[in-house]
Nanobody, 123 residues
Framework: QVHLVESGGGLVQAGDSLRLSCTVS????????MGWFRQAPGKEREFVAA????????YYADSVKGRFTISRDNAKNTVYLQMNSLKPEDTAVYYC????????????????WGKGTPVTVSS
């Protein structure tokens, strides 16, 4: 079993930055891909970013490319999402995700989810 706990969300103004953290515990050795999804009110959960532990590559949604950066600290079993130049349309609950179809950016096949951390960006 894998357990994910997010932190770092909050209320910021447009143009500000936030860093989300996701601490992973459990059978972390089986997890090849980690990532972030988000869900705005009334919308489906959508892919934000993912990182492949084996390939050492990262993937981003077009809407966040150049503004968001995913990284991981293996020693701390933590995955980060650095979010810069935030926009009101980035407002959503952000979920940490692990395994399954994370690297493909498909929420429906993700194996493990955190409970989410809210991010609100005011204009």
């Amino acid at each position: 079993q894998v357990h994910l706990v997010e932190s770092g969300g909050g209320l910021v103004q447009a143009g500000d930055s936030l860093r989300l953290s996701c601490t992973v515990s459990g059978l972390t050795s089986i997890i090849l891909g980690m990532g972030w999804f988000r869900q705005a009110p009334g919308k489906e959960r959508e892919f934000v970013a993912a990182d492949s532990r084996i390939r050492g590559t990262s993937y981003y949604a077009d809407s966040v490319k150049g503004r968001f950066t995913i990284s991981r600290d293996n020693a701390k079993n933590t995955v980060y999402l650095q979010m810069n130049s935030l926009k009101p349309e980035d407002t959503a609950v952000y979920y940490c995700a692990a395994g399954g179809t994370v690297l493909a950016g498909l929420a429906s096949g993700v194996n493990y989810w955190g409970k989410g951390t809210p991010v609100t960006v005011s204009s």
